[in-house]
């Protein structure tokens, strides 16, 4: 009886504890990843816009070969949408909500996250410099995974820009 006592205070401490870290914590992240491109800005937005090219670069097809992807409405541009199915990745979805030569912004559905995706280009030296940023919010019971967002999906930018960018210069 006393140590269950023990395991029911230790426990008690421990939630409250956690509840009131996550209180002190922003429920919002954001990071960014770049990486300069040696093709025409043209070419880079073509890639990104038209989302039947997503699995030549984006990683995520890479890491999972089961991946079974559906496209609705648009083939790309604006309102030009995906859902997806993998034994990894799971089940999610995106769909680009803006669309110009200067920015794409699109909309991810991750369940119960949808954060916000936006790939930013500018002319450099005939090349393009291509910014990746993803921002969104965790729900309260998650917040602290906002302190690790940046080191658990920076890498998947990171590599998803390597990718493209072997893309749009033409190596294989």
Not at 56 to 80: L, P, Q
Not at 115 to 120: L, M, R
Request: proline content about 3%; overall charge negative.
């Amino acid at each position: 009886m006393k140590a269950g006592k023990i395991i029911l205070k230790w426990m008690i401490i421990t939630m409250i504890s956690f509840t009131t870290f996550n209180l002190f914590i922003s429920s919002e992240y954001e990071f960014e990843r770049s990486i300069e491109i040696d093709a025409p800005i043209d070419s880079v937005y073509h890639q990104l816009s038209d989302l039947h090219n997503w699995p030549n670069w984006a990683v995520w097809w890479k890491n999972d070969s089961t991946i079974v992807t559906e496209y609705f409405r648009e083939k790309s541009g604006k309102g030009a949408s995906m859902k997806w199915k993998g034994e990894e990745v799971g089940v999610g979805g995106l769909k680009i909500v803006d669309c110009n030569k200067e920015e794409i912004e699109i909309k991810l559905n991750l369940g119960d996250m949808t954060p916000s995706g936006f790939f930013k280009f500018e002319e450099i030296n005939g090349g393009t410099k291509v910014t990746w940023r993803m921002k969104g919010e965790m729900p309260f019971f998650i917040r602290f995974m906002t302190l690790f967002m940046d080191k658990m999906a920076g890498p998947d930018l990171e590599e998803g820009l390597k990718r493209l960018k072997d893309v749009c210069e033409g190596v294989k």
